[in-house]
């Protein structure tokens, strides 16, 4: 239905920047909340980051302070900044749409995961 192409990870040292993309084929992050999740070596996918369609943000703890999510729906785009990153950012990052649930106030992935966006760092 909607196609998401992830795009912007690399190698980079810790301590160092990255700028993650998140492409979508229709205009949906309008109205649609959007989630960047991670999935490292051995683990479990996780979440990151997410922003709603009024632009409220919510970080996993281990990444407060340090990433940004940020979203231009003009571009349809959605962006996840990067900054002083650490070896255990080392995965695969991965963006997709969320639904939400108004009864637990809980958020949840929509649709197929994509390819996702290796991002490695190096200590």
């Known amino acids: 239905q909607v196609q998401l192409v992830e795009s912007g990870g690399g190698l980079v040292q810790a301590g160092g920047s990255l700028r993650l993309s998140c492409s979508a084929s229709r205009s949906i992050f309008s109205i649609n909340a959007m989630g960047w999740y991670r999935q490292a070596p051995g683990k479990q996918r996780e979440l990151v980051a997410r922003?709603?369609?009024?632009?409220?943000?919510n970080y996993a703890d281990a990444v407060k302070g340090r990433f940004t999510i940020s979203r231009d729906a003009a571009n349809d785009t959605v962006y996840l900044q990067m900054n002083s990153l650490k070896p255990e950012d080392t995965a695969v990052y991965y963006c997709?749409?969320?639904?939400?649930?108004?009864?637990?106030?809980?958020?949840?992935?929509?649709?197929?995961w994509g390819q996702g966006t290796q991002v490695t760092v190096s200590s």
């Open positions: 997709i749409k969320l639904g939400y649930t108004p009864y637990t106030g809980a958020y949840y992935p929509l649709g197929a």
């Open positions: 922003i709603t369609s009024g632009d409220s943000t």
